[in-house]
């Protein structure tokens, strides 16, 4: 049990399908965050959220979808998606404003066909 | 903007060896914290250690060290006594004190050969 968990493990969708990647933390956080990691590239932080506040965006496109419903559930919702999308989604938690890293889920592998 | 780098994409190491990964970071922060990730193939981003910046002890963790320079922004991490387990994608990573975001280096390939 890793305090969080993210679902689908594994995703293959086409370009003009809707899906949405779920990342749930039971450690009592109150800041969840979206990473992207693609190959030989650093981790891409996507979007932070504290207590439920989406406070950082960092030029993400449109057709990715945050929603956060509460402090302990996450979704990124996606439609339309490139090829250049398929990456490793990663989800994370932390106590904001702490000297605490962050406790990560196990990741989305997503591809986009 | 705070950055964080590593310029070793791939290392390795004989099995009950010691090894050293670098990184450097640049900020104009006085206090932060410094982390090492460990990510290996099963995707999990592991907390390896912790350095608060304003500590001049260097953090240890069982076999796992760290060697922090804040005069020259460094913050490597040693391994000590190598083990199979070891083998990761390891992340050196920056958070200021006021702020949530963590700043990721590329990333270093640690193989640990038998």
């Known amino acids: 049990e890793t305090g969080v968990t993210q679902t689908p493990r594994h995703l293959v969708m086409g370009m003009t399908n809707k899906k949405s990647l779920k990342c749930e933390q039971h450690?009592?956080?109150?800041?969840m965050y979206w990473y992207k990691q693609s190959a030989k590239k650093p981790l891409e932080l996507m979007f932070v959220?504290?207590?439920?506040?989406?406070?950082e965006n960092n030029s993400v496109p449109s057709r990715f979808s945050p929603e956060c419903p509460n402090s302990s559930h996450l979704f990124l919702h996606l439609h339309t998606l490139q090829p250049e999308d398929s990456a490793l989604y990663l989800c994370?938690?932390?106590?904001?404003?702490?000297?605490?890293?962050?406790?990560f889920g196990s990741g989305t592998r997503l591809t986009v066909v | 903007a705070q950055t964080v780098t590593q310029s070793q994409p791939e290392m390795s190491v004989q099995e009950a060896e010691t090894v050293t990964l670098s990184c450097t970071y640049d900020?104009?922060?006085?206090?932060?914290?410094l982390f090492w990730y460990k990510q290996p193939p099963s995707r999990q981003m592991i907390l390896v250690i912790r350095?608060?910046?304003?500590?001049?002890q260097n953090a240890t963790e069982n076999r796992f060290s760290v060697n922090f320079q804040k005069a020259a922004k460094s913050f490597s991490l040693k391994i000590s006594d190598s083990q199979l387990g070891d083998a990761a994608m390891y992340f050196c990573?920056?958070?200021?004190?006021?702020?949530?975001?963590?700043?990721f280096g590329e990333g270093t390939q640690l193989t640990v050969n038998p």
């Open positions: 959220y504290n207590f439920k506040e989406q406070t």
């Open positions: 994370a938690s932390s106590q904001d404003r702490t000297g605490y890293g962050y406790t």
């Open positions: 900020t104009s922060e006085s206090d932060y914290y």
């Open positions: 350095q608060e910046a304003y500590k001049q």
């Open positions: 450690l009592g956080h109150n800041a």
């Open positions: 990573a920056y958070r200021r004190t006021s702020g949530s975001r963590l700043t």
